[in-house]
């Protein structure tokens, strides 16, 4: 296989180092209240917009690889199609396509996993994100593992349900627990069938962390879902209307840890010896740590205490370098042959930088869910550790961090390509704070302000772009009226959710004479690797989608 590229037959390269920014989560919206982008000050920004060739790219539905065009795009997704110059079916598609199929239920670990339980008389267990988001996992994919399991004669099923209120609505979870209580219901009417949810919280309290982050989060879901400890209740709608009573305004997300108790007051579903897990999110990054409390031998991040000799398995494979988990219901796109791979093997050192939030997108997905560097002589990667502080008390985060460790990378002469990622417009965009949302938004766009000099100064380029929209729509919209929604007090309910906007791109190279193709009404996220190839000199493989410089 051959990674050689030619060089391109009118553009000789510019002269410094390229470097892509990704604005994460600073789409294109409404241009009104809702929108924090637009709220905010940003000088920068909008003179990249007016000086140098610019356009809107497609960030979401079938242009990254979704099911439909009424899917949100995401962090995932978004660096895989940047990373990997086209666009590859991604985890719901896969597992929609597996599902219609019958190809997960004639797999081999499904028929282990129904077969493990029904042999042990034991539960099957079932920890997921319980919503329509589409980011991580889909409801429907949980209730149609449900009936199969009826369907083959599993008698014993429990739920722990991790709620979400980020990728859906602030405060939707009684919408998806009431519909999944209906299921368990109607299957435990049966004769020898006894379904029911068993623990849950908010996905951002337990369970569900990422890249090592908040590891005590991983802890409160262990002892949660493993062990039965937790705050007790009877139902899990009895938990959630408990917890907003007590906190009034708490989202969903935010939800403390709860279990599940029977008649005699006992936790109805803690994980024990002989059962089965399977985690039904479809997306890696926030089950990995989880899994690996599962799966690893030595573990050192807290106590599990008795760990269960369980048959743990996976949607999906989270990270296939380091196999995790070692069985899945379902195969992952195979995703070969992206820009950093082709760089060092052309001689183009680089470097990928962020803070621990993102710092897996510009590296894992990046490189088409790869662990690991390609050549550690050519690569490097930086990680900023993230505070542990709610993002919107610190709606800064670790961006002037990120700048200044790219500014002493570059000045050393080593790299002639750059990634970043600022996760400012994201992490606090989920929080549904559009206040602070705006306040990310200007601190991303000072940053930006001091790459431009730079970039000037070592003659080269500037990629800014995003890899999905978020701040840039706040509130939520009655899809019907257009009207922005409110709750019970008659206030605007915030939209804590990715949206469905294109996300802008400019390209800053003071000195040489761009110009971007005139037709790009269908261009997205996957022609960008074509066009950072351009900047270095390069033309781009046949598989890649096209450059948008002409």
């Not at 009034?248 to 008649?263: H, T």
């Not at 001091?450 to 939520?476: F, S, W």
């Not at 040489?512 to 900047?535: D, H, M, R, V």
Request: charge should be negative; hydrophobic fraction near 40%; aromatic fraction near 8%.
């Amino acid at each position: 296989m051959s990674f050689q590229l030619r060089a391109h037959k009118q553009f000789p390269g510019v002269e410094g180092p390229v470097v892509v920014c990704v604005m994460d989560g600073v789409g294109i919206g409404r241009r009104d209240d809702s929108d924090a982008v637009w709220l905010a000050r940003t000088p920068n920004l909008d003179h990249l917009l007016a000086t140098t060739p610019s356009t809107h790219l497609v960030a979401h539905g079938r242009g990254v690889g979704m099911p439909d065009d009424t899917d949100m795009g995401n962090s995932e997704v978004g660096h895989n199609a940047l990373g990997a110059g086209r666009i590859f079916d991604q985890g719901a598609k896969l597992v929609g396509n597996a599902i219609d199929s019958g190809s997960l239920f004639a797999g081999d670990v499904w028929n282990a996993v129904t077969e493990r339980v029904r042999a042990a008389e034991k539960p099957l267990h079932f920890m997921g994100l319980l919503s329509d988001g589409n980011v991580h996992s889909h409801i429907d994919h949980l209730f149609t593992l449900l009936r199969r399991c009826d369907e083959d004669g599993v008698r014993c099923v429990r739920i722990h349900a991790l709620l979400d209120g980020r990728d859906v609505p602030a405060t939707s979870a009684l919408e998806y627990v009431d519909a999944l209580e209906e299921l368990l219901t109607a299957i435990s009417a049966k004769p020898e069938r006894d379904y029911r949810i068993a623990s849950g919280g908010g996905r951002m309290k337990i369970t569900m962390d990422r890249y090592g982050a908040e590891w005590p989060m991983v802890e409160a879901g262990w002892n949660t879902h493993v062990h039965g400890q937790a705050r007790h209740f009877e139902t899990a709608r009895r938990a959630i209307e408990t917890f907003r009573d007590e906190e009034k305004g708490i989202g969903d997300q935010n939800l403390p840890p709860f279990v599940i108790v029977g008649e005699d007051a006992e936790p109805v579903g803690p994980i024990r010896d002989g059962s089965a897990v399977v985690f039904f999110n479809f997306r890696g990054d926030r089950a990995l740590e989880m899994t690996e409390a599962f799966e690893a031998d030595a573990f050192e991040y807290f106590d599990r205490g008795e760990v269960p000799d369980v048959l743990y398995a996976g949607m999906m494979q989270y990270d296939g370098d380091r196999h995790l988990p070692k069985y899945f219901l379902v195969d992952p796109p195979v995703i070969e042959r992206t820009l950093g791979e082709y760089l060092v093997q052309n001689d183009v050192p680089l470097l990928a930088i962020s803070e621990t939030q993102k710092f897996g997108h510009v590296t894992y997905f990046w490189n088409g869910n790869r662990s690991g560097r390609f050549d550690d002589a050519r690569e490097t990667y930086v990680e900023i550790p993230s505070d542990v502080v709610p993002f919107e008390e610190h709606p800064w985060m670790k961006a002037a961090e990120i700048t200044d460790t790219l500014l002493a990378e570059l000045a050393t002469g080593r790299y002639k390509h750059a990634r970043l990622n600022y996760a400012n417009g994201d992490m606090v965009g989920h929080t549904g704070d559009r206040d602070a949302a705006v306040k990310a938004v200007e601190v991303v766009d000072q940053q930006i302000g001091r790459l431009l000099p730079v970039i000037e100064q070592m003659k080269g380029a500037l990629v800014v772009t995003a890899d999905h929209g978020n701040a840039d729509c706040m509130y939520e919209f009655n899809t019907k009226t257009g009207e922005v929604k409110r709750d019970a007090n008659g206030q605007i309910a915030a939209k804590t959710s990715h949206t469905l906007n294109r996300v802008p791109l400019s390209i800053y190279a003071p000195g040489y004479s761009l110009t971007l193709k005139p037709e790009l009404g269908g261009a997205g996220l996957g022609n960008i690797a074509a066009t950072l190839l351009q900047l270095h000199g390069f033309e781009s493989p046949e598989e890649y989608q096209a450059s948008l410089l002409r």
